[in-house]
């Protein structure tokens, strides 16, 4: 399995932590099953967990798969548009005991610059062991992923928060202050 360092914009974060996004979109990923170092970048700066990701679905060959969901079939045709035509299926995420800073990083490498996208963690062996010494919760979720959630396929994260599902699970985690060593 490919291990990565992957950088994600916080402001997509919470429907991933919740469990509710199942596809990651990306313009160019992997083509194999992976493991992902999750890095939060913007003002949080700080790699929070690993999640696991299957094969992409390359939303501009599989297209026809979605004749019968006109609502799936809609949201896939805006997203191939935008260029973001590799569905990447979200398998699990599991959160590190402490969230490791940008800084805590530079301590250790110097001048360490984070990816805009992601990098193979084989290239940078100092950050992946750096990685592999942090100690994980158990998962938050896993995703079979045995079939497409056709619901979830090529939904933005606006969509996903507007689901009840989504304001159900955020009002229950900020409720209780769940994740709260996390930075957004």
Request: proline share 5%; hydrophobic share 35%; glycine share 2%.
């Amino acid at each position: 399995m490919k291990e990565i360092f992957l950088s994600f914009r916080p402001e997509y974060f919470k429907p991933l932590l919740y469990g509710i996004k199942k596809y990651e979109y990306r313009k160019r990923f992997c083509n194999e099953e992976t493991k992902a170092y999750l890095y939060l970048s913007g003002k949080s700066r700080q790699v929070i967990g690993v999640m696991e990701l299957g094969k992409i679905i390359r939303l501009d060959l599989t297209r026809n798969n979605y004749l019968d969901y006109p609502e799936t079939l809609k949201r896939v045709d805006e997203y191939i548009l935008s260029k973001d035509i590799n569905a990447v299926p979200i398998k699990s995420l599991a959160l590190f005991d402490n969230p490791i800073s940008l800084d805590e990083i530079r301590n250790e490498i110097p001048n360490f610059m984070p990816p805009q996208m992601y990098f193979v963690l084989d290239n940078h062996p100092k950050l992946k062991f750096l990685l592999e010494q942090q100690s994980l919760n158990k998962k938050l979720f896993v995703h079979n992923h045995n079939q497409v959630y056709y619901d979830n396929l090529a939904k933005s994260v606006c969509e996903l928060e507007k689901t009840d599902e989504f304001k159900k699970l955020h009002a229950l985690h900020e409720k209780n202050n769940d994740f709260n060593n996390i930075k957004y």
